[in-house]
């Protein structure tokens, strides 16, 4: 069974990233997966996430979250990468919110059903404002980590 701590650590963290936009966001954080040596491909990654964006109009949800997300042959292992954006990010969600909490799932080709458990896990535990104020609130890498360990049982 993987667990959350296999999945993300804090250099797969960013508390303030630059993204303006919704694609931008997506590479900044696939970047991070990249440095850590769990994506061999950034433009192949993206391009696969971005078509799903595509496809489903968006993985912005309520309340400020956006999990984007993908099964790619350049995914080394799965992985959950998050940023925080000051400004927020358009993803598309229904209720026209920005997104400001953005979780990236990376997950290789012909892996099995856990990026669909990493995202459903994800937002049943967001549905939460405890969680997502303590997203919000956490000064560091670090400290967002501890919060999604603590929070995100797979």
Known sequence: MTTIEELTSPSLVSVSL????????????ARLLEIDGRVSDVPAYVEAVWAREQETGGTGMESG???P???SPAVVRPSVAFGRSEGGVDF????GSSADLIFLIAAP???DDLH???LSRLARRLIHEEFRTALREAGSPEAVYDVIRREVQL
């Open 109 to 111: 080709e012909g892996a």
């Open 65 to 67: 979250i956006a999990i």
């Open 69 to 71: 997300h993908a099964k």
């Open 92 to 95: 598309g969600a229904e209720d």
């Open 116 to 118: 669909v458990r990493v």
């Open 18 to 29: 630059g993204a303006t936009d919704r694609r931008a966001a997506i590479e900044e954080l």
